[in-house]
């Protein structure tokens, strides 16, 4: 059974820092992506970054680009999420998610891939 469980969200001010974790255990095959979404109160859930697990390759939405970045622990079967210079525009729920099976890393942009999700972590940054 697999499971992903994110930890890391909290209140912090305009400009700081938060590092998002997300712990998957269950997963067997490598070749999969791994993705940080949000949803903001009375908005759509929009992507935020996505990794894929076997190559290390990433994609970043525009909003976050220069700010945000996505990397994993193996190991560790963690990915985080380090949110750097974080804007009030950025408070949401967080969630972690997997989309299993991905052979190309290209396909990680694609939303509907991902099935597997967390229970999410409430992000707030005030100005």
């Known amino acids: 059974q697999v499971q992903l469980v994110e930890s890391g969200g909290g209140s912090v001010q305009a400009g700081g820092s938060l590092r998002l974790s997300c712990a998957a255990s269950?997963?067997?095959?490598?070749?999969?992506?791994m993705g940080w979404f949000r949803q903001a109160p009375g908005k759509e859930r929009e992507e935020v970054a996505q990794?894929?697990?076997?190559?290390?390759?990433?994609y970043y939405a525009d909003s976050v680009k220069g700010r945000f970045t996505i990397s994993q622990d193996n190991a560790k079967n963690t990915v985080y999420l380090q949110m750097n210079s974080l804007k009030p525009e950025d408070t949401a729920m967080y969630y972690c998610?997997?989309?299993?099976?991905?052979?190309?890393?290209?396909?990680?942009?694609?939303?509907?891939?991902?099935?597997?999700w967390g229970q999410g972590t409430q992000v707030t940054v005030s100005s």
């Open positions: 269950g997963y067997t095959n490598i070749n999969r992506c």
């Open positions: 990794l894929h697990s076997a190559g290390g390759h990433t």
């Open positions: 998610a997997a989309a299993r099976g991905v052979y190309w890393p290209g396909n990680c942009i694609d939303p509907q891939r991902y099935g597997d």
